[in-house]
């Protein structure tokens, strides 16, 4: 268990080529935000420190790493909520960040928690979870992230009836009537990069332009990719995710990180598995498989 107490070193300078995933979905650059940790720090190729050796006698428990997701755990994160199976795209991060820690499968434990609960304050009974948790500023305030291990892209979900089916060039985008929830990077992307012929129309909630969407105020809805895997997977009876905007600075992509009780020491430690994962590639072989050819949302074409 936890013994020893480390400062937590931030990567907020890492020179590490990490490989960007084909399309749309894509691993975090090179420099990962500074929100993601705290004292700058750069490591070279090649030179990641062990994290195994890092992690020793940090988790909660000796030779048991305990992992959080949600209840339940959605595809195409976790295959049929099922994540001590590997399949799903964080139920896979998970099981290679526990590699590289040192800790064979079965010595993964898996709990879960409500989103809610595990980004408020106070001791956590597990060494870290992943439920598409976004790092932000004001998480930040009472929690712990490691540095990212993937960055959504902005995409429209539309209903099953609905003309934005089929969509693919800008041309055909800017001929939708589209939605956007207030607060959101998605409305400066449909204004600035869409420019549709019909004045978008911003919504308080996302559960507002759902409404609108089912009642055909709006012909689609433009949010965050995995928002739109859910929204069509779960909110949206018969729901299309059209299509996905490939990542461009009007559209700037949301960072996830593993999430911890606020200045656990393992944070240290993952954030060197989540480097030697980017360097050796498999970070990207695990977002290919499970973000883009699971998920296949074509990319739009915005030429």
């Known amino acids: 268990m936890r013994t020893r107490t480390l400062a937590i070193v931030g990567v907020a300078a890492i020179a590490v080529a990490a490989p960007a995933a084909a399309g749309a979905t894509t691993v975090p650059g090179t420099e990962p935000p500074e929100t993601a940790g705290g004292t700058e720090t750069t490591i070279s190729v090649g030179t990641t420190p062990d994290p195994a050796a890092c992690a020793e006698g940090l988790t909660l428990e000796d030779d048991v790493l305990t992992i959080a997701t949600g209840e339940p755990a959605f595809e195409p994160y976790v295959v049929d909520d099922a994540p001590e199976s590997g399949e799903g795209f964080e139920a896979a991060v998970a099981y290679a960040v526990a590699g590289q820690l040192g800790f064979a499968d079965d010595a993964v434990e898996w709990v879960r928690t409500p989103f809610d609960a595990a980004i408020a304050p106070g001791p956590k009974d597990f060494d870290f979870n992943l439920q598409q948790f976004s790092i932000s500023e004001e998480r ?48 400066a992307l449909v204004e600035d990069v869409v420019q549709p012929s019909a004045d978008v129309q911003v919504f308080n909630t996302n559960a507002d332009a759902v409404q609108a969407l089912s009642t055909q105020q709006v012909d689609g809805l433009v949010v965050d990719l995995p928002t739109a895997i859910y929204l069509r997977d779960v909110e949206i009876e018969g729901g299309v995710v059209v299509g996905q905007f490939p990542p461009i600075d009007a559209a700037p992509g949301e960072d996830w990180g593993l999430l911890f009780e606020q200045d656990n020491p393992l944070v240290e430690c993952v954030d060197y598995a989540l480097l030697r994962l980017r360097e050796s590639g498999e970070l990207e072989e695990i977002t290919t498989t499970w973000m883009e050819e699971a998920t296949e949302v074509p990319v739009f074409d915005l030429e």
């Open 140 to 187: 930040l305030e009472v929690v712990s992230f490691s540095v990212p291990y993937y960055s959504s892209t902005q995409a429209i979900v539309a209903g099953p009836d609905s003309p934005a089916i089929g969509a693919a060039s800008l041309a055909q985008l800017q001929e939708l009537r589209l939605g956007v929830a207030a607060g959101t990077t998605s409305l």
